[in-house]
């Protein structure tokens, strides 16, 4: 019954308002601007549709509907994420590791081909000179000049090189896993930003609309201090407050700024750009209802859970291939060449050759071997531990993330009553202040609780937007 009476008395009160003002402005020399009550003008909007007076009051309570287009460029959030994918230099790092990567695996590979070695050999020495210092080679020298090859082939190692080439496949697809990883990181630096930046702005427009409703009410408190209507105690209030809009103000240019700087270093760009940032205007999804399902979602495709996995895998091939260190080694070996310029004396041919096998067997190292088998058996298990360590934290991850989107979107419709009850109670303020009922102190009250809810409103809506953005990259979405 409290809420019927007062929507059936708010147009009396309004009348008796605007009845009050014109008598004011009949009075005074100059004529007062008159006060767009921008809040309350809302309210009652809402409450009596239709009416013109109302609806041009709304117009001119809305100076930033009027302005002109930006001619900055347009960006969305989409694009936004697109040129971040492109430019960040994060993305190219982590690619370029890839690709190296993917060479480690050609190096280890190349154990298992055939090798082959030319060399051309030209010497003039003194006839049946020997070597008596130096290198354990030939014992005597001759003058002659050959060319030749030498191959040798690996037939076995027992495991040794097989388990190298594996390890560093794993290793190859955990660095893809990682580059899939950075560019998801990159993704959500970029919608962070995004919605940071927007943010910013909408909060400069609040900003700048309570600068503006300031100004007015403190104009025609003025104006009424003028002609004795009000003391100059409410002249002070009304500058105090004006001059605590500008500041808010001041701090919400700096924001934007600042916001954009932010945006332009994560779009990879090495000047400034202020883009026009475009909104996406659909309604707000709710969250998804369950985290269980997320969680076991984000178990099979979180890309850095991928890649740790793929690193344990390859530390156990590695850790095999160490302790194949300790087994034996077949290789094939061959000698081909000719002589064409030779002492004839020394040389019964112009060509020599010869094929082998060779079997090299590890008797004592030192214990290096059996250490390096241990080293990499226990790194393997560390691998395995830390692996579940990530998958413990991506279980909290995704239910603080689950939780967090939840909380955003119900702020989402408690601040927006909020705001809504706020500009009812700055509306009946202005009222009561306009007939005599109130005090300034009333008045900057219900104007401090306006301009909160506001901040308040924009705020929830914008970070909701991000939880979502944070929720998928907890859950691993592909960008």
């Known amino acids: 019954m409290r809420q019927i009476r007062i929507r059936l008395l708010h147009p009396v009160l309004l009348s008796f308002a605007v009845s009050g003002a014109a ?94 070695m030319g060399s051309i050999t030209g010497e003039k020495a003194d006839l049946a000179s020997r070597i008596s210092a130096g290198a354990l080679t030939s014992s005597r020298l001759f003058t002659h000049a050959g060319a030749g090859g030498n191959f040798t082939q690996l037939i076995t190692d027992f495991g040794r090189t097989r388990n190298l080439v594996a390890s560093s496949k794993l290793q190859e697809r955990a660095r893809n896993a990682q580059t899939l990883a950075t560019q998801e990181d990159v993704v959500l630096a970029a919608d962070q930003a995004f919605f940071n930046a927007l943010q910013a702005q909408a909060l400069l427009k609040v900003a700048d609309q309570n600068v503006a409703t300031r100004d007015t009410t403190d104009q025609q408190i003025g104006q009424m201090t003028k002609n004795k209507l009000r003391s100059t105690l409410d002249m002070s209030f009304a500058d105090v407050n004006l001059s605590q809009a500008k500041l808010l103000l001041l701090d919400a240019k700096n924001n934007v700024d600042s916001t954009m700087a932010a945006l332009d270093d994560v779009l990879g760009l090495d000047h400034e750009v202020k883009y026009t940032l475009v909104q996406d205007d659909s309604p707000l999804q709710p969250p998804p209802p369950d985290s269980d399902q997320l969680t076991r979602l984000a178990l099979a495709q979180r890309p850095d859970l991928q890649a740790l996995d793929f690193e344990q895998k390859a530390a156990v091939k590695f850790s095999h291939a160490q302790h194949d260190q300790l087994l034996p080694t077949i290789s094939a070996m061959g000698t081909v060449g000719s002589v064409p310029v030779r002492p004839d004396t020394y040389y019964t041919a112009n060509w020599w050759g010869a094929v082998g096998g060779n079997i090299s067997v590890p008797i004592f190292t030192g214990f290096l071997l059996n250490a390096e088998s241990k080293e990499a058996s226990i790194r393997a298990q560390a691998a395995s531990e830390q692996s579940r360590v990530l998958r413990d934290r991506v279980v909290q991850d995704v239910r603080t993330a689950w939780l967090a989107t939840a909380t955003a979107y119900q702020r989402v419709t408690v601040t927006e009553e909020l705001l809504k009850e706020a500009n009812m109670a700055l509306g009946l303020a202005q009222t009561r202040y306009q007939l005599g009922l109130s005090s300034i102190v009333e008045l900057s009250q219900a104007q401090y609780q306006q301009t909160d809810a506001a901040i308040d409103n924009t705020n929830s809506k914008y970070q909701y937007r991000l939880s979502l953005s944070t929720l998928n990259y907890q859950i691993g979405v592909q960008p």
Do not use: F
């Open 23 to 116: 008598c004011i402005s009949a009075q005074t020399a100059a004529p007062a601007k008159a006060l767009p009550e921008a809040p309350p003008v809302r309210v009652v909007a809402e409450l009596h549709a239709g009416s013109p007076l109302l609806a041009e009051q709304m117009s001119q309570a809305n100076p930033a509907d009027n302005e002109p287009a930006d001619q900055s460029p347009r960006l969305t959030q989409a694009e936004a994420e697109q040129m971040a994918l492109k430019n960040n230099p994060r993305i190219s790092v982590a690619h370029l590791l890839a690709l190296a990567q993917h060479q480690v695996v050609r190096e280890y590979r190349s154990a298992e081909l055939p090798t082959l």
